[in-house]
């Protein structure tokens, strides 16, 4: 595991301007963690969060491939990263499976945010169908080689999200995040030599404190993305000291 492990909390479509309270509770307890505290916000609270960021990180959950255009309700890299953002999630499975974004479309977003000094969480993994077919593991490594198989031109870490785990009422196992982990640090490898190995791996998908300790004691596990963990103050609050229990 990486020296300072990596918290993303994703509020998904949730929280209007009063949950910045929660937010600045957040801010409070990471000014003392050992882990770096990233947040994923709604677009509209990304500016406001901004202004008061100073112990955690302020990301949007998606970005636009092109810069500018006719393209009703989506959001730049450039106005994400001129509203405070240092991040943006990208290929996340809510938008990805969701939306149908294909390879292309999701390293074009990741390009535009590189394009606008934004670093990368890139999230990647397979479905319960694909998983029980066998082709898990080929998923998450043509889906790693589409969207990070040009040159890495900004920050880039890997969340691998399980599509069967996001929203569910258990984690993948420790044991199941270290082999896809494998798979992923292995294509990085192959595609990017010693860059690849820089890459933080996160694991996402019903990490709360309970399982979080053995997900990120587990090989390769940088840290951990969290959704609805994210949302409760005291829930996020105790991810934090988890990861930083275990950085010290
Ligand atoms: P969850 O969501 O933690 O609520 O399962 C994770 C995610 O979608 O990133």
Known sequence: MAARPLIVGNWKMNGCRKKL???NAIESHAATASAEVWMALPATLVGLAAIGARNITIGG????FADAGAYTGS???AMLREAGACFTLVGHSERRVGHGETGAVIRAKVDAA??????VVLCVGETAEQRNA????ET???????AAGGPIAGGLA?????????GAPTAATPEQVAAMHQVIRGTLGALHGEAGVAVRLLYGGAVDPQSAPAILLAAEVDGVLAGRASLEVPAF???INVASEIAA
């Open 75 to 77: 959001i730049s890299a």
């Open 21 to 23: 309270a929660e937010l």
């Open 237 to 239: 609050c105790a991810l």
């Open 140 to 146: 998450v490594a043509a889906q790693i080689r589409a």
């Open 114 to 119: 590189w394009r606008h000094g934004l670093d």
């Open 134 to 137: 066998g082709t898990g593991k």
């Open 158 to 166: 890997i969340a691998y999200e399980p599509v069967w785990c996001i």
């Open 61 to 64: 959950q998606d970005v636009h």
